[in-house]
């Protein structure tokens, strides 16, 4: 292993196969070869009908030995491309799953916004409401008080001049 190798990044010479993933690499070759030499069989058995077993083994293995740089090259290829999925997949569920969930915050932010709004004015209306009734109590209360002080002043001025007063007290409703 040189100095700049990670353990597990030790590769076999041939193929530079990582030592990791020697294992399926060997399975997909197998898998290949018993699949094309099935079908090699199957196309050579009406040759192979009038002809002795190893003569019938030896077409086969002539027919299916032009095929075996293709089936090191596409076990390989197959290898590495199992093995970007399992590194890119769950990145990309990660992306997808943060796009997800920014979009999702961004809606909630403008539903938040919206209600938020409507909230507000309704709010505000009914802070601007108690306030006009304070503000209207306000008023009429001094209303009440300016009727009532003018009543108490020409009752105190009758009862100075010594005249009756039988002028009657300022309704409370205003």
């Known amino acids: 292993m040189g100095d700049d190798e990670r353990p597990g990044d030790e590769r076999e010479?041939?193929?530079?196969?990582?030592?990791?993933l020697r294992?399926?690499?060997?399975?997909?070759?197998?898998?290949?070869?018993?699949?094309?030499?099935?079908?090699?069989?199957w196309a050579e058995r009406g040759n192979c009908a009038n002809v002795d077993f190893s003569n019938c083994a030896v077409a086969?293995?002539?027919k299916m030995s032009g095929l075996i740089p293709l089936w090191f090259f596409t076990s390989?290829?197959?290898?590495?491309?199992?093995?970007?999925?399992?590194?890119?997949?769950?990145?990309?569920?990660?992306?997808i799953r943060d796009r997800a969930w920014a979009e999702g915050r961004?809606?909630?932010?403008?539903?938040?916004?919206?209600?938020?709004?409507?909230?507000?004015?309704?709010?505000?209306?009914?802070?601007?409401?108690?306030?006009?009734?304070?503000?209207g109590e306000a008023i009429g209360v001094g209303q009440m008080h300016a009727?009532?002080?003018?009543?108490?002043?020409?009752?105190?001025?009758a009862e100075r001049n010594g005249e009756p007063f039988d002028e009657p007290p300022p309704a409370p409703s205003g």
């Open 13 to 20: 010479d041939i193929l530079s196969i990582l030592r990791e």
């Open 23 to 41: 294992p399926f690499y060997f399975w997909i070759l197998i898998v290949q070869v018993a699949i094309w030499g099935a079908v090699v069989i």
């Open 60 to 62: 086969v293995g002539l």
């Open 76 to 95: 390989v290829v197959l290898v590495d491309i199992g093995r970007f999925l399992m590194v890119f997949l769950p990145d990309l569920r990660g992306r």
């Open 106 to 135: 961004a809606e909630g932010k403008a539903e938040g916004r919206s209600e938020g709004r409507s909230e507000g004015r309704a709010e505000g209306r009914s802070e601007g409401r108690a306030e006009g009734r304070s503000e």
């Open 147 to 157: 009727k009532w002080s003018a009543w108490n002043q020409r009752r105190l001025e």
